[in-house]
């Protein structure tokens, strides 16, 4: 049985006011848990017009290039044949507004027989530096190795060093991308053993799918399928679990604010300490989204005075709710989020 989204709107409200709980009430109303609850997905994520159904209809991959963009692409690519397409991808995001990925333009380029072999430079390595270096922040003038990090990519080593000589002796952040291939899915519950390098963790919804032969990530309204929602959550889970910052993923369309917002929203709910930009104007909209409201401070200042007032108890009442330790834990955490 289909229902108009006024209708789910409603059966929405019910449950959350009802006094019994949800699966008693959908028992009630005859409807199914699983169908409920991503009625209640979509309406968290997106509002009220992701209740409507969707026409049936020729299906189109949400994330596919258009045509225009492809031939802009193209056009770019033939002008601009010195860049890599990782920084072809950054340029073209840059100048024209529109995001697209590494792989994209990899896959464009190869398409049209537009990928070089790459050129050696052999050169004869001397036993020793003729000027010897005498700290970490003069190796970047001597030293210009091209090396490939297993699973990472080609890097000059000029550039790490001089990293490194910025941060003094701090270990230089990783963030890494941790959900590219398959198999990198069954490692995220591992990277407690290098917890201390990691300045947190976050996953991408584009190789993924062209490494496992799927055409898109994501559903006709936008949101991620099903096998691309739990990558999202492992990867939340797995930075929780190495006790380091979960960072979404991107959100690809540049101009869409207010779909920004609204995920950025759902991220912060869901426990993602932050997310990444392809974009400065989605910097403003991401730091509104990830910080704790004037409410939400007031709240957790509530329950921080009241467990002060009464040391001894493990659970209150607070306006009528009850509180216990792991809210006064959540209410410390908003605090230290607020910098308070």
Do not use: C
């Not at 997106?46 to 031939?71: C, M, Q, S, T």
Request: aromatic share 10%.
């Amino acid at each position: 049985m289909r229902y108009p989204a006024s209708e789910k709107l409603e059966i929405i409200r019910l449950v959350e006011r009802s006094h019994l709980p949800a699966k008693q009430t959908l028992d009630r109303l005859g409807i199914a848990r699983p169908t409920f609850y991503r009625w209640y997905d979509l309406y968290q994520r997106f509002g009220e017009d992701a209740l409507v159904d969707k026409r049936p209809g020729p299906r189109r991959a949400w994330n596919r290039i258009p045509d225009d963009i492809h031939e802009q692409m193209l056009e770019m690519a033939l002008e601009r044949s010195e860049l890599s397409p990782r920084e072809l991808a950054v340029t073209f995001t840059d100048i024209k507004g529109y995001f697209v990925s590494e792989a994209s333009v990899y896959r464009l380029r190869k398409a049209h027989d537009l990928i070089t072999s790459p050129a050696f430079i052999v050169m004869k390595a001397a036993s020793e530096f003729k000027d010897k270096t005498t700290a970490a922040n003069q190796l970047w003038q001597t030293d210009f190795t091209y090396l490939k990090i297993v699973g990472w990519g080609w890097y000059y080593l000029s550039t790490i060093l001089e990293l490194q000589s910025i941060l003094g002796e701090q270990s230089i952040p990783i963030l890494p991308i941790a959900s590219e291939t398959p198999a990198a899915i069954f490692q995220l519950g591992s990277f407690q053993q290098v917890s201390d390098v990691l300045f947190g963790i976050t996953w991408g919804a584009e190789d993924l799918p062209a490494a496992i032969g799927a055409t898109t990530s994501r559903n006709e309204d936008g949101s991620y399928t099903a096998p691309y929602e739990m990558v999202r959550a492992l990867t939340l889970f797995g930075a929780h679990a190495a006790g380091v910052a979960a960072i979404d993923t991107v959100f690809p369309d540049i101009k869409n604010l207010d779909g920004l917002a609204r995920y950025a929203r759902a991220s912060a709910r869901d426990g993602f300490a932050g997310m990444m930009a392809i974009h400065p104007a989605q910097i403003e909209t991401m730091n509104a989204a990830f910080s704790p409201s004037l409410d939400e401070i007031a709240l957790a200042q509530s329950i921080i005075d009241a467990f002060s007032n009464n040391p001894e108890s493990g659970v209150l009442e607070l306006a009528g709710k009850m509180i216990d330790k792991p809210h006064l834990d959540q209410a410390r955490k908003i605090l230290e989020k607020a910098g308070l």
